[in-house]
């Protein structure tokens, strides 16, 4: 099938199912897509057993989509700059400590304690995966993803204080949960030729830096531009133009993309906004990335549904799967909780912030594209399946519960 021909049938499928989700469901736009991406792909699979080749078409149809290509390519970019545009710097830099300190100290301690925990529940359940494996399947499922997190806590009802830290953390650890698992992946398929631990630190700290600095020189360079123009549509292209553009240059030249993508819509946003642009101008901006942003959504978890056809099931990965997500909470709230423990003594924290930061967390298509991505030898058949079971308790059951969670707790 044509490229065009997907592309019109993802499209279709996406407004269908918001339409449904809208007029009767009324859950939150990307949950309720995706779950009736589920329930669809369920209802083939189970169609296919009386007109195989039915299933069989539906199957081609998402073979053909590369979902990690797709995500982390094209998607992605689009996504991180849409999300990033609306946060106020100046908002932010209040809360930098508990954000970076929880994206990147967190996502180590969480990579860590996944990683091992993961490795002895598969031991438990006699399935062999090599411990390095583990480390890998640790980053992927370590950061919590921007996209989710970002499109569910609009609806949440959450102190707008701790919003930013779930919102700030969530963007900066989907960054350096990228670097750390390439990190990991380069030295795991000895790509790297011999690393040490130091050359593992010194990767990171190029790429991860590198995509800061890249990202920041892009944001200052493409405000330049904006600043001395007043016509919405091509303060529009430009956007675009450095989006499209500087993601594939950070990624060409081995850079940390997704981190460059931020620091760039930050700083576009925390400019443009009120400075350079008119009330007017930013009002096209922000409704156009708003756009972009729902769009995008909505055929991401559409994806993430469908790609159900794709995860071959096995009964005894299924049951690590639902046994790992209790590995998982535990792992974010370790990570969580001491690094905050240590910060209030000096930054204030709300009421129960602890418990919302970790129910919070959630896990997206990114942990599913990363996991995809991986190669057969390193038995990605079984931690796609597991990654896909906690992203799906993620997404919906976290998903859909935050807002109660945090009016229950009463964070102030």
Known sequence: MATYQIISIIIALAALFAYVNDRW????????????????????????????????????????????????????????????????????????????????IGVFISTFLVSVLSYYLFQLFNVQIPYVDCLLFGALLSPTDPIAVMAILKRAGIPKSLELKITGESLFNDGVGVVVFLTIFEVATGKGGGFSATDAVLLFLKEAGGGILFGAIMGYVAYFFIK?????????????????????????????????????????????????????????????????????????????GVQILQVKMYPTIVYVGFAMILVVLLSRWVSVYFPVMLMRFKIKFEKNAVAILVWGGLRGGLSVAMALSLPQNMHRDELVLITYIIVIFSIVVQGLTIGKVAAKLKAV
């Open 25 to 104: 469901i009324k859950w939150p736009p990307t949950i309720g897509i995706m779950v009736l991406a589920l329930f669809s792909s369920m209802f083939i699979v189970i169609l296919g057993s009386i007109f195989p080749s039915f299933s069989e078409r539906a199957h081609e149809i998402v073979a053909n989509i590369d979902f990690g290509q797709v995500l982390l390519k094209i998607m992605l970019s689009f996504l991180l700059f849409a999300g990033a545009i609306h946060i106020d710097a100046d908002k932010l830099k209040r809360e930098f400590w508990p954000v970076m300190i929880l994206a990147t």
């Open 228 to 304: 001395s123009i007043a016509n919405y549509r091509v303060e529009v292209l430009i956007t675009l133009a450095t989006v499209t553009l500087g993601y594939n240059i950070a990624d060409h030249l081995h850079l940390s993309a997704p981190l460059a993508i931020i620091v760039t819509g930050i700083i576009i946003g925390s400019k443009v906004r009120g400075i350079a642009l008119s009330q007017a101008s930013w009002d096209y901006l922000g409704k156009f990335w708003d756009l972009i942003d729902e769009i995008f959504n909505a055929i991401l978890f559409l994806l993430i």
